[in-house]
């Protein structure tokens, strides 16, 4: 069994496009996050959410929306797609705020064409 | 801000060398440090953590010590294996912040 979940793997779309990427986490954790992580792998927060609540928003475009359901799931939608969005986008999740130890996904590769 | 600072990659090592992959941190207070490993085409895993000053986080052989006194939280082991080949990101986390990484250390091992 998976603990965390990312769909679809590989996306290839073209610039102006809307997409989605979805998550979702069986260990029970009430804490989700979205990293970027760009071609030279230098990984950036991008939100989390706590109990499906949104804790952290960093400096991310407002092209970029995520969405909480419920407390297993994570959802990143993206509209108007650039090429500079190019990435691969890491879920992850933890048992609270203030720890360090994340569980991460395998990463959704994104390709803007 | 916080920040963390790693060497830079690659690191190319013949099997049964000894690794050091050195990281220094600058932050408020107290956090708790981590490495993490990438391995190819996956997504990353914890490999150890420190919580507090003079903690030595150890797995899998390898081994990192909390040095409050040079910032620093250096990655050591000491006969690396092919299967070690991997991204190493070192991490922090203080208090009411997301956990922020290193840029990350690419580690080649060869037979």
């Known amino acids: 069994d998976t603990a965390v979940s990312q769909t679809p793997k590989y996306l290839v779309t073209q610039m102006g496009n809307d997409k989605s990427i979805k998550c979702e986490q069986n260990l029970g954790h009430d804490t989700m996050y979205w990293y970027k992580q760009d071609s030279k792998k230098f990984l950036k927060i991008m939100f989390s959410?706590?109990?499906?609540?949104?804790?952290i928003n960093e400096t991310v475009p407002n092209r970029f929306s995520p969405k909480s359901p419920d407390k297993a799931h994570l959802n990143l939608h993206i509209n108007s797609l650039e090429l500079g969005d190019s990435a691969v986008y890491f879920c992850?999740?933890?048992?609270?705020?203030?720890?360090?130890?994340?569980?991460f996904g395998e990463g959704s590769r994104l390709t803007v064409l | 801000g916080n920040s963390v600072t790693q060497m830079e990659g690659p690191v190319t090592l013949s099997e049964e060398a000894f690794l050091t992959i050195n990281c220094t941190y600058t932050a408020t207070g107290y956090p708790s440090l981590f490495w993490y490993v990438q391995y190819p085409g996956e997504g990353l895993q914890l490999l150890l953590k420190a919580t507090k000053a003079d903690d030595k986080g150890s797995n899998k052989g390898f081994e990192a010590t909390y040095r409050k006194e040079t910032t620093s939280f250096h990655l050591e082991k000491g006969s690396v294996q092919v299967s070690d080949s991997a991204v190493y990101f070192c991490a922090l986390r203080a208090a009411g912040t997301a956990l922020i990484f290193g840029k990350g250390t690419t580690l080649s091992v060869s037979s």
């Open positions: 992850a999740s933890s048992q609270g705020q203030i720890t360090g130890e994340l569980f």
């Open positions: 959410y706590n109990n499906k609540e949104l804790i």
